[in-house]
């Protein structure tokens, strides 16, 4: 252990004086004992002056030694010097004198300099006359970095003469220029002082250009509107200023300083965001590099590198490692597991914050007790604000029920809003997914309690309870339901209007309905979702079906769930309803087809009345071929033909010809030859036959099929498929016309 010299310097004197009196000696007897003499009382303080001195010159000696190693790091040389200055002894100042000679090296007597500098700033008083002259001395050394550290030291001395001094070595026309410029140098320091700027201004008639320009260039600080390189201007200037009061003078120098201030925060902004830039772009370099060695590592190898990198002290190394895991998941749908794993959950106790996030934001999306155990665990320690709102969203993303206990405490004994509204909407969250709300039950008292006393105005920390509430969805609850659905904030409009459909609470469907129009999308949302599963009335039905027009509905999120909510009302109808709701369709053809589609669908599966097929099938057709979708309808009809002529109906030959035209106008036309000889062979009837050739000579005849040459020739050759047996000449002269339709088409040899 090294003492301090103030500590050795008492327990030398300490030790002089148990000495003198003899503790830890023999105790002589009573007889021989003498009284002290002011002669040996004296000799005592000179023993221990000398020990003193002795321990002083010891003290001095060292930091001599540490700063003239050669060997020695700057930094180590300083703190010897800067060691020195403490010392205000005469002995102390002659040292430093010594040091500061221009026979010493550099290096040496720029450390001291920087020592007077820092301690300048500390202890004014330390900087004693005895240095000065060493230190204009060395403003004429060779070394330029002595030179600007010697003026700077001088700077700091706050001695009457001295800018006169320096004044005169810098007019002295026998010294060397660099010895002048630096005396310059000096005085600029220092001139919010009217003494200096005197100084400054006297040496204008200087007939050195270089003095001059150094002397303008110092006098710039001084002046606001620098008149530049006019040394009659810096006059006139120094006329003005020179009347001012020591008032007015150093306010005038503080207007001058805060400009300069003004400039020096812009430049140092400007060379913040640039370093900023660079720092990022070498960020962004390193983590381009990281990646590409990442993926061009063999599959077997990657684990091992991650696991590297996570254990890097570059916390630029360990961020883009964690990117990677994310990328990961998020191309390739893989979460971390094993090793890798664990390594995250240990970076979720790192002193780096940001690390502690990006982990988290991993491991929240990990289906793992253990990592639930673990955000758990950081929960009880974590003290940020902003990281232990980041766990407690953590644990809602997770929806572990485990979770529960941990949230319900933060609404009991939080008394910060911010985490028990986190706590709100993970407990919402993990409650919107459990079946079995038994578990839930010690939040209810919470959330009510933290409701009632929620601040009316407080509207977030409000919906998140609601958004809870609503979760748990227990019966107690529906008054604050009730009484929010009424609000205008659709922030707790969400919450409540789920709370009640939850509950299957329809006290409020007439404003609910009201809400399927408001003007926030989610707010529609919920109401439309709300009035599909609670809505029993005309008027329910009516509102579903308004959202569902576009030129109404403008979300497709909202049109797509009042189909929803629409398909699900009519689902609990009779069939018989059902199939006259499609009338209320009639405005969006596209929703009216896609009912009925459903529906046949539905009643194929379910074995439904053959009847109620048919006319479902029926109005299907009919639309489809409305919409110039023949294609389709010509699909529609043929079921419904075959379900006819299987029952043996009347309308069997109506029908089949509907299917035959809806065949002739598909693009291309939909095997028009099968479907005659089906109709003509199915219902055995001359009526039927001749419907058919009117109908097919009616669409070749018209005139925007007779100029289609392509149609022609496919139905010439769907015509020709059908054996002549039992048709009239009619259809015979049909198929001349065709043929030689086509032919006249031909290009002449």
């Keep these: 252990m090294q003492w301090p010299h103030h500590a050795i310097l008492a327990l030398a004197v300490f030790g002089a004086a148990l000495t003198a009196s003899g503790v830890g000696q023999e105790p002589e007897p009573a007889s021989a004992a003498a009284v002290e003499t002011p002669a040996e009382s004296g000799e005592t303080e000179k023993v221990v002056e000398t020990i003193a001195d002795a321990e002083h010159a010891k003290q001095l000696n060292t930091c001599r030694e540490g700063i003239l190693d050669a060997a020695a790091r700057d930094v180590d040389r300083r703190r010897w010097a800067e060691l020195l200055l403490g ?40 900087l004693v006359p005895a240095f000065v002259d060493p230190l204009l001395e060395l403003l004429g050394a060779v070394d330029p970095g002595l030179r600007q550290t010697a003026a700077q030291a001088i ?63 110092s006098l710039e600080q001084a002046s606001p509107e620098a008149p530049g390189q006019d040394v009659a201007q810096w006059r006139r200037w120094w006329d003005d200023n020179e009347r001012l009061s020591d008032e007015q003078w150093l306010e005038a120098q503080l207007r001058l300083y805060r ?27 390193m983590r381009s590099l990281q990646s590409e060695l990442y993926r061009a590592l063999p599959p077997e190898q990657r684990r091992t590198k991650l696991i590297e990198w996570l254990a890097s002290p570059l916390a630029v190394v360990k961020l883009t490692a964690l990117g990677l895991i994310k990328s990961r998941i998020a191309d390739e749908g893989k979460a971390p597991t094993g090793e890798v794993l664990a390594v995250l959950l240990e970076l979720l106790n790192d002193g780096s914050a940001v690390q502690r996030r990006e982990s988290l934001l991993i491991v929240q999306n990990v289906n793992d007790p253990v990592v639930v155990d673990a955000v758990l665990s950081r929960l009880e320690v974590e003290s940020l604000p902003s990281m232990r709102l980041a766990v407690l969203t953590a644990l809602g993303r997770m929806r572990d029920a485990a979770a529960i206990p941990a949230l319900v405490a933060e609404l009991r004994t939080s008394a910060d809003a911010s985490y028990v509204q986190e706590a709100a909407v993970s407990l919402g969250m993990i409650a919107e997914r459990m079946e079995d709300k038994t578990a839930l039950d010690p939040a209810k008292v919470p959330l009510q309690e933290r409701f009632d006393a929620s601040a009316v105005d407080d509207i977030a920390l409000r919906a998140a309870l609601l958004s809870a509430m609503a979760g748990v969805a227990d019966r107690g609850f529906a008054p604050a339901f009730a009484e929010a659905v ?15 459909r939850v509950l299957g609470d329809r006290s409020k469907m007439l404003r609910i309905r009201d809400l399927t129009a408001n003007a ?103 639309v489809f071929v409305a919409q110039g979708k023949h294609a389709a309808g010509a699909g529609q009809l043929r079921l419904l033909f075959q379900q006819q002529v299987d029952r ?38 001359d009526a039927v036959r001749g419907r058919v050739i009117d109908a097919v000579v009616r669409y070749a005849d018209a005139p925007t099929v007779a100029a289609d040459l392509s149609r022609t020739r496919v139905l010439l050759s769907e015509f020709r498929t059908i054996p002549a047996e039992g048709w009239p000449p009619q259809w015979s002269a049909l198929i001349q016309k065709l043929a030689a339709r086509v032919q006249d088409s031909q290009p002449t040899p």
């Design 486 to 500: 009424e609000s205008d904030d659709s922030r707790l409009l969400q919450p409540a209007i789920l709370g009640l």
């Design 259 to 285: 400009q300069h201030s003004r400039r020096v925060a812009a430049s140092f902004e400007a060379f913040r965001a640039e370093s900023q830039r660079e720092v990022d772009s070498s960020i962004a370099q």
């Design 155 to 217: 700077s700091e001395f706050p001695r009457d003469g001295l800018a006169a001094r320096l004044a005169a070595i810098a007019e002295d026309d026998g010294a060397a220029m660099p010895k002048r410029l630096a005396a310059i140098d000096a005085l600029s320091k220092n001139t919010h002082r009217r003494d200096v700027v005197q100084q400054l201004i006297a040496l204008l008639g200087s007939s050195s250009q270089e003095v001059l320009a150094e002397v303008m260039s």
């Design 648 to 685: 043996q109906a009347d309308s069997a030959g109506t029908v089949g010809v509907r299917w035959l035209e809806a065949a002739l106008r598909a693009d291309p036309p939909v095997d028009v030859g099968e479907v005659i000889i089906r109709i003509v062979t199915s219902t055995v009837s």
């Design 87 to 126: 010392y205000s002894s005469d002995q102390a100042n002659a040292l430093i004198v010594e040091l500061l000679a221009p026979t010493q090296r550099a290096e040496v007597s720029k450390t001291v300099c920087e020592a007077m500098i820092a301690a300048a700033h500390r202890n004014p008083a330390r």
């Design 520 to 622: 926030d999308p989610p707010v529609r949302l919920a109401a439309i979702a709300a009035v599909a599963e609670l809505g029993r009335d005309a008027e329910d039905l009516q509102s579903l079906l308004t959202r569902l027009n576009p030129s109404i509905e403008p979300n497709a999120l909202a049109r797509e769930a009042a189909w929803g909510g629409f398909s699900d009302y009519m689902a609990r109808r009779p069939v018989s309803e059902r199939i006259d709701a499609a009338k209320r369709l009639r405005e969006t053809p596209e929703l009216e087809s896609r009912y009925l589609g459903e529906l046949a669908d539905t009643l194929v599966a379910t074995g439904g009345e053959p009847l109620d097929l048919e006319r479902v099938r029926d109005g299907l057709a009919r």
